[in-house]
């Protein structure tokens, strides 16, 4: 049992008020800063990764034409001396055909 009765709704409600205030006034622009240089930053770091991939996939391009450039120049190397060597077998067996 209490000896006092004491009313603390105008007391709360004035913390209340001071808590709202601060939160408006201070807590939520520091909140809206933080967020905002974040965006900017991600924005940033994205733009770089972005230039980056697109580079990787240029370099990628290039040595891949410079590989297929060099495949076919050795397939064509390979077919020749292929034809050469059935050129030969035939020009031996028409050779011996003929004597």
């Not at 770089?48 to 034409?65: C, L, R, T, Y």
């Amino acid at each position: 049992m209490t000896l006092f009765k004491t009313d603390w709704t105008h007391e709360l409600d004035q913390a209340k008020l001071a808590l709202s205030e601060v939160i408006d006034e201070k807590v939520e622009p520091l909140i809206d800063r933080s967020l905002d240089r974040s965006v900017k930053e991600i924005s940033v770091a994205m733009d770089k990764a972005s230039f980056e991939i697109q580079d990787a996939i240029k370099q990628f391009s290039v040595e891949m034409e410079r590989q297929k450039n060099d495949f076919l120049k050795k397939l064509t190397y390979l077919v020749f001396v292929v034809f050469g060597f059935v050129f030969a077998f035939f020009a031996i067996g028409f050779s011996s055909l003929i004597s």
